[in-house]
């Protein structure tokens, strides 16, 4: 009986073991694989002009690491890059650059970036969110409101505007 328990427990402990070292290991490998994009597109972009690709992938991981006012100088280059085309992709771009003034707690510009990529892509979910959340940060709570409906009109599947919704609903009830 003691044995079998004892098999039991040691076998529990090595699952638990191996499935944390298969997410470590995958931790570190994506790590790795980020340090190395980072490694060669600093390198590539000290030495001569990027494409907008190549700027908003080094901006994204800027962002990543929190070096926001770096990650706005990289967007920015990506948008005057001369090989940029299409809406979409400035839209994007936008959005990244309202997401790095975000983190920098400048909301008012992110508001800005968040509307020039709605400008662009009037149904970009993604900025529309982050619209909502820009306005709720500034307390604007009935613009943030109207923005997540907004999310919802165009995709109501949107977790983060249901919850969204929901609660700055709460919120104008308890404050009306």
């Given amino acids: ?62 962002v990543d690491k929190k070096l926001y006012s770096q990650a706005i100088v990289l967007f920015q280059k990506a948008l005057k890059a001369k090989d940029l085309e299409g809406e979409e992709n400035q839209a994007v771009i936008y959005n990244a650059l309202g997401f790095a003034h975000f983190g920098q707690e400048q909301y008012d510009i992110a508001i800005r970036q968040y509307k020039e990529a709605l400008k662009l892509q009037p149904e970009y979910v993604t900025s529309l969110n982050n619209l909502g959340h820009a306005y709720e940060r500034k307390k604007l709570t009935a613009q943030a409101l109207e923005i997540y409906e907004q999310a919802l009109a165009c995709d109501p599947d949107n977790a983060t505007a249901k919850q969204r919704v929901e609660s700055l609903r709460k919120r104008l009830v308890i404050y009306n």
């Fill in 1 to 62: 009986m003691d044995s079998n328990l004892l098999i039991v427990y040691l076998t529990v402990l090595l699952a638990i073991l191996g499935s944390s070292s298969w997410f470590v290991v995958r931790q570190i490998l994506k790590t790795r694989k980020l340090e190395m994009s980072l490694e060669r597109l600093e390198n590539k972009l000290t030495i001569e002009k990027g494409t907008a690709q190549e700027y908003y992938e080094l901006g994204s991981i800027y």
